[in-house]
Nanobody, 122 residues
Framework: QVQLVESGGGLVQAGGSLRLSCVVSGSIFSINAMGWYRQAPGKQRELVAR???????NYADSVKGRFTISRDNDKNTAYLQMNSLKPEDTAVYYCNADIYIPPPLSKLVDYWGQGTQVAVSS
């Protein structure tokens, strides 16, 4: 069974920084892309940043230049470094991973973490 566990959320003042971590554990054959999404109260979940197994990244326009996604493939871990935080970054942040399940299934399966709360005060 695959499990994603996020950590690193908390309360921070505007302009501050936080670093989120997401550890993937369980019966893993290979991890394809990993990503961070967020959901603020009353809003839809949105993509924050995504990174492929080869290290290619893409970001939401609202976080470009402030957030950096990275991963350590040896540790099955993804990170999200968040700098210059703004009150509008307040949300529950979710980790996502596309994990390849070997034969007989032979498919990518989408997994999600339970989320970690980030609150930015003005």
């Amino acid at each position: 069974q695959v499990q994603l566990v996020e950590s690193g959320g908390g309360l921070v003042q505007a302009g501050g920084s936080l670093r989120l971590s997401c550890v993937v554990s369980g019966s893993i054959f290979s991890i394809n892309a990993m990503g961070w999404y967020r959901q603020a109260p009353g809003k839809q979940r949105e993509l924050v940043a995504r990174i492929t197994s080869g290290g290619s990244t893409n970001y939401a326009d609202s976080v470009k230049g402030r957030f950096t996604i990275s991963r350590d493939n040896d540790k099955n871990t993804a990170y999200l470094q968040m700098n210059s935080l703004k009150p509008e970054d307040t949300a529950v942040y979710y980790c996502n991973a596309d994990i390849y399940i070997p034969p007989p299934l032979s498919k990518l399966v989408d997994y999600w973490g339970q989320g970690t709360q980030v609150a930015v005060s003005s």
